[in-house]
């Protein structure tokens, strides 16, 4: 079955204990990104990736790092977590644009991290 | 500042008629723009999306549409179903950055 799959579900830490959330795409996707949703804002992209090693800033990436070692894997890294990152985390892939004009088919997206951070 | 916004945060809708969920964007440089569905304890699920250079978009009982002039969107769900009822989030690119609006929670009364 074609999925995203993040790890874990929920978790709760404490302040500045690091974190990392998996995220793996059986898709052979070339996109990948991450996002975080909360109440009244929508989802707001992390970070996002348009291949191995090619990694971007979205719109809220502070306090975040991504790596991209191999296609599949897009881990979320979270080195000093602090109480305003607890949120709803969601990983997506999508397969690269094609066409002229692009066509862009959209994002998969995971079933979503729920972080608490006390 | 939201570059994509949804002004209704929810919609309520009898079944069999239609549901018109609205977006409105600031950049113009978007040259894609989609909506997502959303369930409870899910991730969002894509479900059609737009480019630029057009103004309308059909898949089934979806169709989107675009003014460009005003800077909206809307998706129209014809005839709606139960089942559509869902948190809908429009989202727009630009080069390979996403912004979503904050949902509209569409309920579709049987």
């Known amino acids: 079955e074609a999925q995203v799959t993040q790890n874990p579900r929920y978790l709760i830490t404490v302040t500045g204990k690091k974190l990392t959330v998996t995220c793996s795409q059986n898709m052979n996707h070339e996109y990948m990104s991450w996002y975080r949703q909360d109440p009244g804002l929508g989802l707001r992209q992390i970070y996002y990736?348009?291949?191995?090693?090619?990694?971007d800033k979205g719109d809220v990436p502070e306090g975040y790092k991504v790596s991209r070692k191999e296609k599949r894997n897009f881990p979320l890294i979270l080195e000093s977590p602090s109480p305003n990152q607890t949120s709803l985390y969601f990983c997506?892939?999508?397969?690269?644009?094609?066409?002229?004009?692009?066509?862009?088919?959209?994002?998969?997206f995971g079933s979503g991290t729920r972080l608490t951070v006390v | 500042d939201q570059q994509v916004k949804q002004n209704s945060p929810s919609l309520s809708v009898q079944e069999g008629r239609i549901s018109i969920l609205n977006c409105d964007y600031t950049n113009s440089m978007f040259d894609y723009f989609l909506w997502y569905k959303k369930y409870p304890a899910e991730g969002p699920t894509f479900l059609i999306s737009i480019s630029s250079i057009k103004d309308k978009n059909e898949d089934g009982r979806f169709t989107v549409f675009l003014n460009k002039s005003a800077k909206h969107l809307s998706l129209h769900i014809v005839p709606s179903q139960p089942g559509d009822s869902a948190v809908y989030f429009c989202?727009?690119?630009?080069?390979?950055?996403?912004?979503f609006g904050s949902g509209t929670k569409l309920n579709v009364k049987p």
């Open positions: 990736s348009m291949n191995v090693e090619v990694t």
């Open positions: 997506a892939s999508s397969p690269r644009s094609t066409g002229t004009p692009s066509i862009f088919y959209g994002y998969t």
């Open positions: 989202a727009a690119r630009n080069f390979n950055k996403f912004y």
